[in-house]
Every structure is written in C-alpha cells, then in structure tokens.
C-alpha cells in the first residue's frame, strides 16, 4: 500500500458519488413557496381552496411580522416511502425555516394520503414548545376535521394554535379570529395506494455500519498483512526502512471509506448515532494497527542483518561514513542529493560480498547524466495580489560532479481569490426565502 494511492481514493469518490443519490428525494420536489410564490403555504397536496390558502398564510406573516419566528405550512400528497419525520426534518433543513442565529423556525407538514400531520420545531423554540405541547396542539381541534376530509378547516386551527402558542412565549398578542362563515373546502385528489412508511426488515443500519465497519477493518488488515510481507522480502535495510516508515495509503483510503459508508447509511435511512460510532471506531483501529505495526517493524529493523546469499550466514554492513572508499563520484552525490541509498555488506563466513541500492525521493532524475542528483529550489520573485498575477523562479542544479546540468525557469502564478461579498444579518423581506434556521428533529407526529 505504499503506491501512490489516487487512483484508489478517486475509485472510492466516485463510488460515494454515485450510490449517495439513491436516498429519497421526495423531500427535495416539494417547491419552497418563499421563493415561488412570495408565501408561507406550499399545497403540493392540492387540499386547500383559495380561501383557507389565503387564511392559513395571513396567520404565518402576522407571526413572522410580530415575532420574527417563521412558520411554514407544507401539504404533500404522500411521503414517497419515507416516514414523516425524517421527511420533514429534510424540508425543513432545506428551507431553513427561521432567523438564522435564532433558529425560531416552525414547520407544519401534512400528508394527504399518508394521513400524517406533524409539527417540526426549531432549535430556539424548542423550549417554547416541547414535544408534548407540540403533541396537544395538534390533537386540540385539527385532528379532528381531517379525520373527516376537512383539510382547510383542520390545518387552519392547527396553525392558528400554533401561531397564537408561539407569539405568547415571546409576549406578543395575534389578532386572529374565526370566520364568520367556513369557506368552502377544496376537493381533493383521489388517494393513490401508498407504501407504508419506510421499514424495510432487509435494512438495517446496526448490521449495515458493522458490515461497513468490518469491511474497512479487513481492509486495513490486509493492507498490514501485505505491508509486513513485503517488509520481510526486502532485502536491506534502507528498502525496510522505506516499508516500515512509508505513506499511509491504507491509513488514507481507509477514513475515505468511513466517511462514504457513513453518509450511505445516513441516507437510506439510519439514525446518526449508530454510522457516526462504527465509522468512527473502524479507520480508529486501523489507525492504530498501521501505527503499532509501523513500530514493531521499526523495532525488528534495529536488529537486521542481511543473510548471506551463498552460505546464508548473517553478514555485516559498512556503516555510513566508512563506505565512502566503495561508491563511486556518481553514487556519492546520488546520496547526497537523497535520491538513491547505498549499502555495501560482508559475509564474515564465506567473505562474500552484496551491493544493494534503494531508491529515495529527495532528489529526480537528471536529464543529462541520468542519475538520481537533480535538485531544485524555488524562489518567489514577485508575490501575487487580488490585482496582478505573481512570479516565482525554479533552478534545478545536478549535483553529480562530472555533470555540469542547471536550468532557470520563471513562470506566473495566479492572483489571489477575492472573498465572496457578505451582507450583515438583516431582517427578512415577506418574500425572497426564509431565513436560515435549523431543527433538531424536535415536535409531534399524529395519525388522522
């Protein structure tokens, strides 16, 4: 695993890329009525007649107008497979319902043939409104009529109690009264036969994150396994001392695999928890077994000595500084320069004796002579700025003494990147979007 390790890390990469989209995407077709219609009111379920669309988006602008909290009513007419709550938990995160740093954000979600209501509530209002005042609200008088198909009227009183909670918890009185007539109701669409929210017994995220897990790990457990055979056929030590102490490929690709696993899993429906320990626990061992594994071959290194190929007796190495007398001019400066490491050994036996050469990267290739010695240095000439490009000079020298190869390039680069343009946090406008809140999954879910 001591390769360049890319063309595995974009293999992976594009693997997340592709498997990512095949979570729901039912949530993201439903339209943000901020941004097409100006409103608070998304009837994707076609459940509302103008006037209960019209009465219904009156109680959110007072609230937003009063209080700044934001409430959305969102109608669907079915979750696509999906449960309730983690379907409005997404819209929710995809609106961003709320001032953004208060969080005051409320989303009213029904769906029409999946018969679900649900209340969704902002981090900042969480302790306004619990889950189980969330729960009664719901239950006070909307259930009730859309039990009987009386979608306007049910969702009308449900917002209307939820608004009227909401404005009391920041001291603010709404001014909202019952019609003196109820609109007509809208017809809706025939019910489409819909599957039951998504449980399906073949997924399940605790065996998924420990099969992902233990296949990292296993992973990671070859990639030592294949580490250590190859330590113990290299011959010498420097070609060792490469093995033990080289790049962390499967350290690398190892984390890369957590995170994709992870957000597979999040996205076919697991829980956070769960994905986030295991992926987390998997590339953590093999962190750790890469690391115990790179010291055990340290420590093994200290002790080799190459055998001899002939008589198989352990031989001696020429230490540094004392093999000087056996590299030629070529191979003195390829040490210098870190390109190449040479190590001369003795068989004290047999009085045979071994050359070996390892390759380092410290240095390149030299154009010229073709050895290891080609060093180079950059220096920057003219730094670059958001208005002009830069300069920067690169000399490459070889350092083999019968070789007089030196080039000099200059070449541009790029100007900086000027920041984004931000604008300070302002009070929302009644159109454009909403404001930037989140939701921690917090509210109340009914059957009707």
């Not at 690709?253 to 429906?269: E, H, Q, R, V, Y």
């Not at 962190?287 to 001696?316: E, I, N, Q, S, V």
């Not at 009085?351 to 073709?370: F, M, N, R, Y």
Request: aromatic letters at 8%; proline letters at 5%; charged letters at 25%.
């Amino acid at each position: 695993m001591n390769g360049k390790p890319l063309h595995c890390i974009w293999l992976l990469l594009a693997l997340g890329a592709i498997l990512l989209p095949l979570q729901g995407e039912k949530p993201g077709e439903v339209l943000n009525p901020r941004k097409t219609s100006g409103s608070f009111v998304a009837d994707g379920g076609d459940v509302l007649s103008p006037a209960y669309f019209r009465m219904i988006d009156g109680i959110c602008r007072e609230l937003q107008a009063k209080t700044t909290i934001e409430m959305a009513v969102v109608t669907v007419g079915d979750l696509g497979g999906l449960g309730i709550e983690e379907f409005a938990e997404k819209v929710f995160h995809r609106f961003a319902i709320g001032a953004r740093g208060r969080d005051n954000g409320l989303l009213l979600i029904c769906s029409r043939d999946d018969r679900m209501l649900r209340l969704e509530v902002g981090y900042g209002l969480e302790a306004d409104i619990p889950d189980a005042l969330a729960s009664r609200l719901l239950e006070r008088e909307a259930l009730a009529h859309l039990r009987d198909g009386r979608f306007g009227r049910g969702l009308f009183l449900a917002a209307r109690d939820i608004a009227v909670q909401a404005a009391g918890a920041a001291g603010v009185t709404l001014t909202i009264a019952e019609p003196a007539a109820w609109p007509a109701e809208a017809e809706p669409p025939m019910s489409k036969v819909q599957p039951q929210p998504k449980k399906n017994k073949s997924w399940d995220p605790l065996l998924a994150s420990l099969y992902f897990g233990g296949g990292i790990l296993a992973f990671a457990l070859l990639a030592i396994a294949l580490t250590v055979k190859r330590f113990n056929k290299a011959r010498g030590r420097a070609a060792r001392a490469r093995i033990a102490g080289g790049t962390q490929a499967s350290v690398i690709l190892a984390w890369i695999a957590a995170a994709i696993s992870f957000f597979l899993i999040l996205g076919f429906g697991g829980k956070f928890l769960t994905p986030f320990v295991a992926m987390l626990a998997a590339p953590g061992l093999a962190t750790f077994g890469r690391l115990f594994t790179g010291r055990m071959l340290k420590r093994r290194l200290a002790a080799y000595r190459l055998p001899c190929a002939k008589c198989g007796a352990t031989m001696d190495m020429v230490e540094d500084g004392e093999d000087e007398k056996f590299l030629t001019e070529e191979q003195a400066a390829e040490e210098k320069a870190g390109g190449m490491d040479y190590e001369f050994w003795h068989c004290p036996q047999c009085g045979a004796e071994e050359s070996l050469a390892v390759k380092l990267d410290k240095a390149g290739v030299c154009p010229q002579c073709k050895r290891r010695t080609l060093t180079s240095t950059t220096a920057a000439l003219v730094a670059a700025t958001r208005e002009r490009e830069g300069k920067t000079r690169v000399i490459e020298s070889c350092l083999n003494p019968t070789c007089n190869y030196s080039r000099i390039r200059e070449h541009a680069t790029p100007k900086l990147s000027s920041p984004s343009p931000s604008s300070p946090a302002s009070p929302r406008s009644s159109s454009g979007s909403f404001g930037g809140g989140r939701s921690g999954g917090g509210g109340a879910s009914k059957k009707f």
